[in-house]
């Protein structure tokens, strides 16, 4: 149902000059939701999401494709977002990121480092001064993990 979602509203939110960084998606007993989170290059302001919440709604008003109740929000990344694709890891190459794996990767599943390459099977981070690769498809959470001064 993601990838459904995806094709159906990423033309929506790129014609509106955004970027859909992430949709999450959950059907519920009594109450799923629908999130999306957009990006643009100057930032995305509330208004950016009431904006993009209406042109959404109405496309997905018009095709019905979610069977149950839902809520729809939309909203910023943020400094900590989500990292899933390739692109998503290259943007952010120098940057930290913590990463969980779903089996383990040299004894741990957990990695917090800076990210040093990525392609479109794996990537590479640096953990405790040593290069480590991981890959893509065995990644369960990936996030930036930025440093607060």
Known sequence: MRDQLTELLEPVVKGLGFELWELEYAA???N???RLYIDAEQGVELEDCATVSRAVSAVL???DPIPVE?????SSPGLDRVLRTPAHFARYIGERAQVEMVLPVNGRRKFLGKLLSVN??????EQDGVPVTLLLDGISKAR?????E
Do not use: K, Q
């Open 28 to 30: 519920r007993r009594g």
């Open 144 to 148: 930036l993990a930025p440093v607060y």
């Open 70 to 74: 839902y809520t729809l929000e939309v």
């Open 61 to 63: 008003d018009e095709r």
């Open 32 to 34: 799923g939701f629908l």
């Open 120 to 125: 479109e099977r794996e990537l590479s981070l």
